[in-house]
Nanobody, 111 residues
Framework: VQLVESGGGLVQPGGSLRLSCAAS????????INWYRQAPGKGRELVASISNGGGITNYVDSVKGRFTISRDNAKNTGYLQMNSLKTEDTAVYFC?????WGQGTQVTVSS
């Protein structure tokens, strides 16, 4: 199983980023996608999840209304659209699918 995140970077407060999680080596459409983040000195936090068919989504309260999780099972890829970013969103973001972790992608929100 291989999960590869991309799309992170440096953005100003109020900006947007779209993270991607490309999966291979598993039946992608059979699994939930979970996005986690880990800020410096803190534990890993579940940010958002989406069911295998995409019909059920859940978000941590701090990102509701700003982040949107989605997936394209035909492309074996999950996404996390992040809008109205805040400095407190700064973290390494990981996708977790089928018991496997990606390597993470750094998101830095700073002016």
């Amino acid at each position: 199983v291989q999960l590869v995140e991309s799309g992170g970077g440096l953005v100003q407060p109020g900006g947007s980023l779209r993270l991607s999680c490309a999966a291979s080596g598993l039946t992608f459409s059979s699994y939930y996608i979970n996005w986690y983040r880990q800020a410096p000195g803190k534990g890993r936090e579940l940010v958002a999840s989406i069911s295998n068919g995409g019909g059920i989504t859940n978000y941590v309260d701090s990102v509701k209304g700003r982040f949107t999780i989605s997936r394209d099972n035909a492309k074996n890829t999950g996404y996390l659209q992040m809008n109205s970013l805040k400095t407190e969103d700064t973290a390494v973001y990981f996708c977790y699918v089928g018991g496997s972790w990606g390597q993470g992608t750094q998101v830095t929100v700073s002016s």
